[in-house]
């Protein structure tokens, strides 16, 4: 027998020789653990209590989530189809020879769209619209190059990427995109104080 075992079989036999000597020890021992026993099952119970909680807040955010991916597909649908109607109105009642109207009725599909998101879409869901709105921006620079609107439309590409997307490298593409296709443009002065700030 080693001394780790001698040492338990001392222990257990001192605590027996107390529990036969002194009865009032046993009951203090017998308290002891039903005090620790109760104890726990309090915690058990606290425990599961809090389970329960985090599972209905998990419940309800899960819910937000889903409503908010719900609104952000109604908002989506929403402005394409007043994007398509209004395409649809600009290509019914402009004649064929009339390019720069055109590109003026594509310039407002494109500003009311970039309005509409910079005002009534939740700053954290406007990603999306936004690039819709460069798409839409990029109709006019793209298909009525010498249109009026078109330098505009070049500046507001680049003011999109800079100002809402955070998208530095294609920001200072698009301005000086901007200074080289339209150079007598009065957009070139603002083009270039965004470009100083961003590095060229």
């Not at 001192?14 to 915690?43: D, F």
């Not at 809090?50 to 419940?59: A, F, G, Q």
Request: neutral net charge; contains cysteine.
């Amino acid at each position: 027998m080693n001394f780790k075992r001698i040492t338990i079989v001392a222990i257990s036999a001192a605590v027996l020789l107390t529990l036969a000597v002194c009865p009032k020890a046993a009951e203090n021992i017998g308290k002891n653990v039903q005090s620790i026993l109760e104890q726990i099952l309090s915690n058990q119970q606290s425990m599961r209590s809090d389970i329960d909680r985090l599972t209905k807040w998990m419940e309800v955010k899960d819910k937000e989530i889903a409503e908010l991916k719900s609104l952000v597909t109604s908002q989506k649908a929403k402005i394409e189809e007043q994007s398509k109607a209004i395409e649809e109105q600009a290509s019914e009642s402009a004649p064929a020879a009339t390019d720069f109207y055109s590109a003026r009725m594509q310039y407002e599909v494109a500003r009311a769209l970039q309005h509409e998101t910079i005002f009534n879409i939740r700053r954290g869901l406007q990603k999306p619209y936004f690039e819709r709105c460069i798409i839409e921006f990029k109709k006019v620079v793209d298909n009525h190059p010498t249109a009026p609107e078109a330098p505009e439309a070049q500046l507001r590409i680049a003011k999109i990427y800079y100002q809402y997307l955070d998208e530095i490298d294609k920001a200072r593409v698009e301005y000086n995109k901007l200074i080289e296709d339209y150079p007598d443009s009065r957009y070139v002065d603002e083009a270039r104080r965004s470009l100083s700030k961003i590095g060229q």
